[in-house]
């Protein structure tokens, strides 16, 4: 394994920027990224290269985040901020009926109109929906993700 050094010069910004996804929040994700590392270390020698360096930081910071959330209980409902990934989606969800939202996402063009029916109203996981669609996990967030932002377009353009 490198050193500790390298591996957080390498991969301190993928963290992060997966911790903003789920958060929203700089500052929070800035020292939940620190705390990551923290427990990286800790946690070095279980690390056995089964996975990609980048997937074993994000499973840790998935449950600093969720340890956090424990220990700093949110007093609003933060269970659609738990399923949403971004303010695009949550806009939709907020500003549009059920029914409304179905309509636009079915204008949208395949792949993206699947992957944003299997993510949102089916609720699969970004692998489970590679699986499904016979790609891989990557492919799916990418695909979700550029359809959220075509969703979001489209929202703002008719509002």
């Not at 600093?64 to 806009?91: F, G, M, N, W």
């Not at 967030?141 to 377009?153: A, C, H, N």
Request: glycine residues 4%; contains cysteine; negative net charge.
């Amino acid at each position: 394994m490198q050193p500790m050094e390298e591996i957080y010069r390498d991969y301190a910004t993928v963290v992060y920027k997966y911790l903003i996804s789920l958060t929203h929040d700089s500052d929070m994700a800035e020292e939940l990224t620190q705390e990551t590392f923290y427990q990286a270390i800790r946690s070095s020698d279980r690390y056995d290269e089964s996975c990609k360096m980048t997937t074993w930081l994000c499973s840790i910071a998935k449950n600093v985040l969720i340890t956090y959330r424990r220990k700093h209980p949110v007093t609003e409902d933060i269970s659609d901020q738990e399923i949403s990934t971004s303010s695009a989606e949550s806009e939709a969800l907020d500003s549009l009926h059920r029914v409304e939202l179905l309509k636009k996402i079915h204008l949208l063009e395949d792949p993206y109109k699947e992957v944003l029916y299997l993510r949102v109203f089916g609720e699969l996981s970004f692998k489970e929906i590679g699986e499904v669609l016979g790609k891989n996990e990557n492919w799916a967030r990418v695909t979700f993700y550029r359809g959220k932002e075509k969703l979001g377009r489209e929202i703002k353009s008719n509002e």
